[in-house]
């Protein structure tokens, strides 16, 4: 993603509650979905006790057509019927990104 830089970063943070049938379906459903929009970059996500899920976008406009996506809307409302108990977003700019990546003849 260094060659987009700059670029944003949508940040949604989640609890879950004990409901979640239909939920990796849809998640799935959504990522697929995701990668198919105008100025998606990319997707990281982790989910033990909280989920975390970073999206990546070009633009901001970007973000705002993806949050408005029909199928999106659907998704966001079940997760706040039946999926959810708490959920943040968080939509950052980022300006420099770096990394480390162990060299594997230096593996433990």
């Not at 990281?44 to 949050?67: C, F, P, Q, V």
């Not at 809307?73 to 968080?90: S, T």
Request: net charge neutral; with cysteine; hydrophobic share 35%.
């Amino acid at each position: 993603m260094k060659d987009k830089i700059p670029y944003y970063a949508v940040i949604f943070t989640s609890t879950q509650t004990d409901d979640t049938e239909g939920y990796s379906k849809i998640a799935e459903k959504m990522e697929t979905l995701a990668r198919q929009q105008e100025g998606f970059i990319g997707i990281e996500s982790a989910r033990n006790t909280i989920g975390i899920t970073i999206s990546y976008w070009e633009s901001l406009d970007a973000i705002k057509n993806w949050k408005a996506n029909t199928e999106h809307l659907f998704a966001q409302q079940k997760g706040r019927e039946q999926w959810y108990n708490w959920y943040n977003v968080k939509i950052c700019k980022v300006e420099r990104e770096y990394e480390f990546l162990r060299p594997r003849s230096l593996k433990l």
